[in-house]
């Protein structure tokens, strides 16, 4: 990235709770993959969301036996369709 890179820690990625608080949405879906390095990072957001006082609601869905943009090299798999399904699900309840 930068000089300044921080890795998964630097402060350009993991946002502060004031700002998660004010976030302008009532729902969130967040991704994350089970073999995937960035893993933690998608989870610890989900707890820092949920501890930071915002009043919605966020929903976790974690794909078994996959890693990190899965979907990319696999297009036509099932897993990359229940992702793209729960997407749209998602979406289309607003």
């Not at 993959?33 to 501890?51: N, Q, T």
């Not at 078994?64 to 696999?74: I, Q, R, S, T, Y």
């Amino acid at each position: 990235m930068n000089k300044e890179n921080e890795g998964l820690q630097d402060r350009r990625l993991v946002p502060a709770a004031e700002d998660l608080r004010r976030l302008g949405c009532e729902r969130v879906l967040v991704f994350v993959a089970e073999m995937d390095h960035l893993k933690g990072g998608g989870k610890r957001y989900v707890e820092e969301l949920k501890k930071s006082g915002w009043s919605g609601s966020v929903e976790v869905k974690e794909t078994v036996g996959k890693d990190h943009c899965f979907h990319l090299a696999e297009p036509k798999g099932e897993q990359t369709a229940d992702l793209v399904n729960k997407i749209a699900s998602f979406i289309n309840l607003h």
